[in-house]
């Protein structure tokens, strides 16, 4: 059975990124694509209150499960579109582990700080301020496939340009170029 395809979108909170995804389901039309978000995975744990130490923990195994969920419905030949926010290094260095990077058409989803701490102030629902604290660490790795910038151009508009460039993702891709980059050898299972 042949891998899934993985269009991971990676920008900081409040960026498109779930408007993108959203778009992209309604107008892919060459297979069965699945939508896995990041903020879907936290959704699902406990509302307990947590001390930070707990919390933190929580949070590093909650994000580790996204992950190997990504990975696991793409080797059982699922085609998904995953919404993350990769403002930790070893975020993305995990997902380099896992994913097979020719499946993977990565893009970087980028929007301006002003505009973004608009979205947050309109949104309510993140702390002030997140999308600052996330900015510069979300694309410090560099390398994409393909970005976009919801500033300039509508999710509908950003979704079009991804479902056209899908059939065309370079060789290498940008997580093969990625993992060459960042992992001696990237067979072996990364240590947290």
């Known amino acids: 059975m042949?891998?899934?395809?993985?269009?991971?979108?990676?920008?900081?909170?409040?960026s498109g990124?779930?408007?993108?995804?959203?778009?992209?389901?309604?107008?892919?039309?060459?297979?069965v694509f699945f939508h896995m978000a990041v903020d879907g995975f936290n959704a699902?744990?406990?509302?307990?209150?947590?001390?930070?130490?707990?919390l933190d923990?929580?949070?590093?195994?909650?994000?580790?499960?996204?992950?190997?969920?990504?990975?696991?419905?793409?080797?059982?030949?699922?085609?998904?579109?995953v919404d993350h926010v990769l403002s930790e290094p070893w975020r993305l260095l995990d997902c380099l582990?896992?994913?097979?990077?020719?499946?993977?058409?990565?893009?970087?989803?980028?929007?301006?700080?002003d505009e973004l701490a608009r979205r947050e102030l309109a949104r309510g629902d993140r702390p002030p301020g997140l999308a600052a604290h996330q900015?510069?660490?979300?694309?410090?790795?560099?390398?994409?496939?393909?970005?976009?910038?919801?500033?300039?151009?509508?999710?509908?508009?950003c979704a079009q340009r991804i479902k056209e460039f899908l059939p065309?993702?370079?060789s290498p891709t940008a997580f093969a170029r990625l993992r060459r980059r960042h992992l001696a050898d990237a067979r072996e299972p990364l240590t947290a």
């Open 168 to 170: 065309h993702r370079p």
């Open 135 to 157: 900015y510069d660490l979300v694309h410090g790795h560099g390398d994409y496939d393909l970005e976009c910038d919801t500033s300039a151009a509508s999710p509908r508009e």
């Open 17 to 31: 990124k779930s408007s993108i995804a959203r778009e992209l389901l309604d107008i892919l039309d060459d297979g």
């Open 97 to 113: 582990t896992l994913l097979r990077p020719e499946d993977v058409l990565f893009v970087g989803v980028h929007c301006p700080l």
């Open 44 to 54: 699902m744990r406990s509302k307990r209150e947590l001390g930070a130490e707990e």
């Open 2 to 14: 042949a891998s899934g395809r993985i269009i991971f979108l990676n920008g900081t909170s409040s």
């Open 57 to 81: 923990a929580a949070l590093r195994r909650t994000r580790m499960g996204f992950h190997r969920s990504i990975a696991a419905m793409a080797e059982a030949g699922n085609d998904i579109v």
